[in-house]
């Protein structure tokens, strides 16, 4: 049984953090390589320019301000400036070069990862809240895309940096860089005991930012109840408790990782410190007030580049948490895919036989067992029962959003596993009782159905419902913005549109899956025009509580206790007596 995951239970890794993960991450940098090889040359270029102020400054105060020679001493203040200057321009060059790398890299992650997501089976968003995947699409990218582009270039760069320091160190007095150095050892044993602690804390913080995400999207998407149950003071005092935690581990965690600059800036001061006195003490007077100087500047130059490592590793570990569970979510099993020899399935007539199937959505608990039938091309099937029988397996399992745990499933003598997904579905209607819209016009919608349809049988496929009535009454008709979930229609409406999206993808396989379930009475006379309209020349399968919309189908199918309890025309199932016919005189007690 899948994990329980819900906005208040924390998300569980399936495997541990290992460097794996940063290798495979570099697919997305190696396209970049020339760009980033680019970008360090010119930090380099730069760093060396930069350290050549130190030996200036020492020249000025030992030689050319003693000596009074003030040609020199502007020659070398020029020098200093044009360094500088030099310094600034190609950093900012290589920060605008490495701002459009980690923008490529951010498009590539989320690509893949998005057109993962689409090909996931629906037990997959079924375990989990939308928010928590979600943030991972958009905020856990964004988070792990500096450290790959702007975070592996620092790194280079600051360890050439700190080369190029130590030797710029060592030509200026030996004696004193072994002084520099020696707080290395010191910094390292810190990093050594805080990097456990601090990557725990970090995913406590993916954690916990993920549940909120979860939370506030379910809210988002459930304020009408919210409000019809006058829920918002509990809701509030929930995200008040999830807000907290995101607050707390943020803060601890932050703590933990701010250990690390804390230390280098102490070391460094002391070092600095140490640096003078071991200058002044036990080195005068072979070292002059230049030298100590200069070597003052390279000190703290060089604890800059281990500042700025140690909040790179500050970084990479806070991201870790972020990449595990990009990574966790690409690495998902796609359930539901194409066999590797997987064929075309080519255009079909629409018969479609069941051979002894068996299903359960959890194993040990089966919905459909060793279902048989057979419907030829072009007639239509009702499938009626008790909720939960499994009509709206059935229809799941003929359109594969799930694989039959035995038998199998054909059409026109084609195996559905082994043809490719979207050959089969895209010769099928289906239409679901949650009727989705998407934002975007009205025209748009229904195009949804078949992108290359004209605007004529847009027009056409929305007249067959009747759904053109209150679009002529809509401000701009097609062209009217319809908000994210169809906001501004009601049910009936919603229902006409997904209607005119089915008609206009012309599918020889129609399925109807309580799709007249939100539609008034007289919408409903409509409705069945259009249903009447897709029937013909289709295999059709149409699951509904209202017996009135399916007596006429030409077959009947009772579902109950794992597989088909009763089949035959209404007639038929009238007459036996049996299940339907107790369902259908009981409808008739309720009018």
């Given at each position: ?8 239970i924390?998300e569980?890794?399936?495997t ?5 993960h ?9 396209p970049?390589?020339h760009?980033m090889?680019?970008?360090l040359?010119?930090?380099?270029t ?12 020492e020249r000025?105060?030992d030689v050319?301000v003693p000596n009074?020679n003030?040609a020199?001493?502007?020659?070398l203040a ?9 310094s ?8 605008y ?6 923008q ?6 989320r690509?893949?990862l998005?057109a993962?997501l689409q090909?996931?089976?629906f037990s997959?968003f079924?375990?989990r809240?939308h928010?928590?995947i979600?943030v991972r699409?958009?905020?856990?990218v964004?988070?792990v ?5 702007n975070?592996?270039?620092d ?18 007095h030996m004696?004193?860089s072994?002084?520099v150095l020696a ?5 390292f044993t810190?990093?050594f005991?805080?990097?456990p602690a601090?990557?725990?804390?970090w ?9 909120l ?5 379910e809210s988002?998407?459930g304020?009408?109840v919210?409000?019809?149950f006058a829920?918002?003071k ?6 008040d408790?999830l807000?907290r935690n995101?607050?707390?581990s943020l803060?601890k965690?932050?703590m933990i990782?701010n250990l690390?600059w804390v230390s280098?800036?102490n070391?460094?001061q002391i070092i600095?410190?140490s640096?003078y006195v071991v200058?002044?003490l036990?080195?005068a ?9 200069a070597?003052?500047?390279?000190s703290w130059?060089?604890?800059?580049p281990?500042n700025?490592?140690?909040q790179?590793?500050?970084d990479?570990?806070n991201?870790?948490?972020y990449?595990?569970?990009?990574f966790e ?5 796609v359930l539901i895919?194409?066999?590797?020899d997987?064929y075309e ?9 069941f ?17 048989s039938f ?8 009702a ?25 199998r499933i ?5 195996d559905?596993s082994?043809?490719?997904?979207a ?8 239409m679901?009782?949650d009727?989705?819209i998407?934002s975007?016009?009205v025209a ?5 159905g078949?992108?290359?349809a ?10 067959v ?6 679009i002529s ?7 009217t ?5 169809g906001?501004?229609?009601s049910q009936?409406?919603?229902?006409l ?5 089915t ?8 399925i109807?899956d309580?799709?007249t379930?939100?539609i ?7 409705v ?7 029937l013909?020349?289709?295999t059709?399968f149409?699951i509904a509580?209202r017996?009135s919309t ?5 077959r009947?199918m ?6 088909i309890s009763?089949?035959?025309t209404h007639?038929?199932l009238?007459?036996k007596k ?12 309720e009018?």
């Amino acid at each position: 049984m899948p994990q329980r995951n819900t906005y208040d239970i924390d998300e569980r890794l399936e495997t541990p953090f290992n460097f794996k993960h940063l290798k495979r991450s570099l697919v997305y940098v190696k396209p970049r390589a020339h760009r980033m090889l680019l970008a360090l040359s010119l930090s380099c270029t730069a760093s060396i320019l930069s350290l050549t102020v130190p030996r200036i400054v020492e020249r000025v105060m030992d030689v050319t301000v003693p000596n009074k020679n003030y040609a020199e001493l502007f020659l070398l203040a020029a020098l200093a400036a044009g360094a500088i200057v030099t310094s600034i321009l190609l950093s900012k060059t290589r920060a605008y070069i490495m701002s459009k790398v980690g923008q490529d890299i951010i498009y590539d992650i989320r690509s893949d990862l998005f057109a993962h997501l689409q090909k996931l089976q629906f037990s997959y968003f079924d375990d989990r809240p939308h928010g928590k995947i979600l943030v991972r699409v958009v905020q856990y990218v964004n988070s792990v895309s500096n450290i790959l582009s702007n975070g592996l270039i620092d790194f280079i760069l600051e360890i050439f940096n700190l080369v190029f320091i130590v030797i710029f160190m060592m030509f200026t007095h030996m004696r004193l860089s072994l002084v520099v150095l020696a707080g290395l050892p010191v910094l390292f044993t810190i990093l050594f005991i805080i990097k456990p602690a601090q990557r725990r804390a970090w995913q406590q913080v993916s954690n916990k930012n993920s549940n909120l995400n979860a939370y506030v999207a379910e809210s988002i998407n459930g304020m009408r109840v919210t409000q019809i149950f006058a829920r918002e003071k509990v809701n509030s005092g929930i995200m008040d408790r999830l807000a907290r935690n995101s607050r707390i581990s943020l803060i601890k965690a932050s703590m933990i990782s701010n250990l690390i600059w804390v230390s280098v800036d102490n070391i460094s001061q002391i070092i600095t410190a140490s640096l003078y006195v071991v200058g002044v003490l036990f080195t005068a007077p072979t070292v002059s007030f230049g030298t100590l100087i200069a070597m003052s500047n390279y000190s703290w130059r060089f604890w800059m580049p281990i500042n700025r490592i140690a909040q790179i590793y500050n970084d990479f570990i806070n991201t870790i948490a972020y990449l595990e569970r990009i990574f966790e979510t690409m690495d998902e099993t796609v359930l539901i895919d194409d066999a590797p020899d997987a064929y075309e399935l080519p255009e079909i007539r629409g018969n479609v036989t069941f051979e002894n199937v068996t299903f359960g959505y959890e194993r040990g608990s089966e919905v459909l067992h060793d279902v048989s039938f057979d419907i030829p091309a072009g007639m239509s099937v009702a499938l009626v029962g008790p909720t939960g029988a499994g009509k709206t397996t059935i229809v799941n399992l003929l359109s594969r959003f799930y694989d039959v745990s035995g038998g199998r499933i054909l059409i026109d003598g084609h195996d559905i596993s082994k043809v490719k997904l979207a050959s089969l579905r895209g010769q099928m209607g289906i239409m679901l009782q949650d009727s989705f819209i998407f934002s975007g016009t009205v025209a748009d919608n229904i195009r949804y159905g078949r992108l290359d349809a004209t605007q004529e049988q847009i027009e056409a496929s929305a007249a067959v419902v009747h759904a053109d009535e209150f679009i002529s009454r809509m401000e701009a008709k097609y062209e009217t913005e319809i908000q994210e979930r169809g906001s501004r229609l009601s049910q009936g409406q919603k229902q006409l549109l997904s209607f005119a999206r089915t008609i206009i993808s012309d599918p020889k396989i129609l399925i109807l899956d309580e799709a007249t379930s939100s539609i008034d009475t007289k919408t409903e006379a409509y409705v069945q025009e259009g249903i009447n309209y897709l029937l013909k020349g289709r295999t059709s399968f149409i699951i509904a509580h209202r017996l009135s919309t399916i007596r006429h189908c030409d077959r009947i199918m009772y579902i109950k206790d794992h597989g088909i309890s009763e089949y035959g025309t209404h007639e038929e199932l009238i007459d036996k007596k049996g299940d339907y016919y107790e369902l259908y005189t009981s409808q008739l007690m309720e009018l």
